[in-house]
């Protein structure tokens, strides 16, 4: 078998058990290089790297005072370098294959919750790379979810700067039908791939908090 990510094959001695357990598509050298954490202090609500411990970092402060937050955010992988060249094989340099790879980095309960919602991308976008890279992962991973959220937002957000995701338009919407309007008394949980100032995840949530759900959480592939 040959390791998705560094295209290595993949040596594993054959035996009973190996023979019929389903092979992971990562050798173990990629594994630990994108399971590194860097050491530091971490933002006690989005794990963002800060100088020094904080309860809350400047971007958590500014999104409590502008946007409902959620209950929690979890985080599956730290930013590092080699997750940086992870994530932009797999969005900019369209190897789809590498949803695989991500796949395997989700450790979360997903049956806590009722519904799990994919930060969607714009028409433009999934015509230019073909495919949603947050919901593909899901799919990946076995993880039912829910399209309930749309977006006309054009530009990426690596291409804007701090100030303009912090204070850009709400670009989601919800779509219509009974999807949207069955979150009423549920625990549900957005999903993204990249948390960066976290705007994004909350102007998805200020559209689904109008449809009372019980709890929202978020889960963010990784943190940059």
Same mark, same amino acid.
Request: glycine fraction near 6%; charge should be positive; aromatic fraction near 8%.
């Given at each position: 078998?040959i ?15 190996? *023979? ?6 990562? /050798? *173990?050298?990629?594994?630990? %290089?994108?399971?590194l ?11 963002? @790297?800060?100088?020094r411990?904080?309860? &809350?970092?400047?971007?958590?402060r ?12 979890? /985080?599956?992988? =730290?930013?590092?370098?080699?997750? %940086?060249?992870?994530f932009?094989?797999?969005?900019? &340099? ?38 949603? +890279? ?7 991973a076995?993880?039912?979810?829910? =399209?309930?959220?749309?977006? =006309?937002?054009?530009?990426? +957000? ?7 995701? @912090? ?10 039908g ?7 008394? %549920? ?9 960066? &100032?976290?705007?994004?995840?909350? +102007? ?21």
């Open positions: 078998m390791c998705l990510y560094c295209h290595s094959r993949i040596r594993e001695e054959a035996d009973l058990i190996t *023979m019929f357990k389903r092979r992971k598509p990562l /050798c *173990m050298p990629c594994r630990k %290089k994108l399971s954490w860097r050491s530091g202090g971490r933002c006690g609500f989005c794990h963002r @790297l800060v100088d411990e904080e309860d &809350t970092c400047p971007d958590c500014f999104l409590a005072g502008n946007y409902r937050r959620p209950g929690k955010i979890m /985080c599956m992988m =730290d930013y590092t370098g080699e997750v %940086k060249m992870l932009h094989r797999y969005k900019f &340099t369209k190897d789809a294959a590498l949803s695989e790879v991500i796949a395997m980095f989700l450790k979360c309960r997903f049956g806590e919750y009722d519904m799990s919602i994919p930060i969607p991308v714009s028409a433009a976008r999934m015509e230019e790379r073909g495919y949603n +890279q947050t919901s593909m992962v899901l799919r990946a076995k993880v039912p979810y829910r =399209d309930i959220l749309a977006t =006309d937002k054009a530009a990426r +957000q690596s291409e804007l700067g701090k100030r303009a995701r @912090l204070t850009a338009p709400n670009p989601f919407y919800l779509k219509e009974r999807a949207a309007s069955s979150l009423a008394g %549920k625990r549900v949980l957005v999903v993204d791939d990249i948390y960066t &100032t976290g705007i994004t995840v909350h +102007q998805a949530l200020e559209k689904i908090y109008t449809m009372k759900p019980d709890a929202a959480d978020v889960l963010t592939f990784s943190k940059a």
